[in-house]
């Protein structure tokens, strides 16, 4: 079965840096995109990167656009999203999430079979 486990969350300052993993399992990784969203306390999720199944497109929601890279690593299954730069408003549960089909990242949730059990980010001084 389908499996995403995410890993890297923790308490960063501001301005400061945290890496996130995703490992992947239960289908063929790099036939799909993969993406990363987020729900802050107390609102809704957002869809924050995409990345391409061969990783030569990448795609970011403009909250998060020139601070945090996506990346895979196909041959270990994995996604990862480095996080620079980082806000109190980027304090969330980060989800990694598989699409449904192949093609381009959908930054539309309902778009999204399979997600983890996200890891807790928590900037703060």
């Known amino acids: 079965q389908v499996q995403l486990v995410e890993s890297g969350g923790g308490l960063a300052q501001p301005g400061g840096s945290l890496r996130l993993s995703c490992a992947a399992s239960?289908?063929?990784?790099?036939?799909?995109?993969m993406s990363w969203a987020r729900q802050a306390p107390g609102k809704g999720l957002e869809w924050v990167s995409g990345?391409?199944?061969?990783?030569?497109?990448?795609y970011y929601a403009d909250s998060v656009k020139g601070r945090f890279t996506i990346s895979r690593d196909n041959a270990k299954n994995t996604v990862y999203l480095q996080m620079n730069s980082l806000k109190p408003e980027d304090t969330a549960l980060y989800y990694c999430?598989?699409?449904?089909?192949?093609?381009?990242?959908?930054?539309?949730?309902?778009?999204?079979?399979?997600w983890g059990q996200g890891t807790q980010v928590t900037v703060s001084s």
């Open positions: 990345i391409y199944s061969d990783g030569t497109d990448t």
């Open positions: 999430a598989k699409p449904k089909g192949v093609g381009v990242p959908s930054r539309t949730l309902y778009e999204y079979d399979y």
């Open positions: 239960g289908f063929t990784f790099s036939n799909y995109a």
